[in-house]
């Protein structure tokens, strides 16, 4: 089990640029890939970003060009850098943890996630 940890939220106007972090906590000396996800309002949970224990970077169209995902696995830190935020990125962001994922595709997917974080809300004014 990996407990999770979100923080770096908040209210932002447009353009603006946010830096959200999630902390693990675990004994399990097992390797996880970490996804960010975000859930707006009476919509789906859905990918954001997602890294693997040796660094390899996946990202939703949406993310690309604006959001920069990186990994301190000494730390057991998980850093999203947020940038020109909009208002349709306004959500709240969860950070998971899975070890077991039979495809690539399955990074995508939040169900094949073991463990999530409390999640921290991102809220962008237009």
């Known amino acids: 089990q990996v407990l999770l940890a979100e923080s770096g939220g908040g209210l932002v106007q447009a353009g603006a640029s946010l830096r959200l972090s999630c902390v693990a906590s675990?004994?399990?000396?097992?390797?996880?890939?970490v996804g960010w996800f975000r859930q707006a309002p009476g919509k789906e949970r859905e990918f954001v970003a997602g890294?693997?224990?040796?660094?390899?970077?996946y990202y939703a169209d949406s993310a690309k060009g604006r959001f920069t995902l990186s990994r301190d696995n000494a730390k057991k830190t998980v850093s999203l850098q947020m940038n020109s935020l909009r208002p349709e990125d306004t959500a709240v962001y969860y950070c998971?943890?899975?070890?077991?994922?039979?495809?690539?595709?399955?990074?995508?997917?939040?169900?094949?996630?073991?463990?999530w974080g409390q999640g921290t809300q991102v809220t962008v004014s237009s």
């Open positions: 998971g943890a899975g070890t077991v994922f039979n495809t690539e595709d399955a990074y995508y997917r939040a169900r094949e996630y073991d463990d």
């Open positions: 890294i693997t224990w040796k660094g390899t970077l």
């Open positions: 675990t004994r399990n000396p097992t390797p996880y890939f």
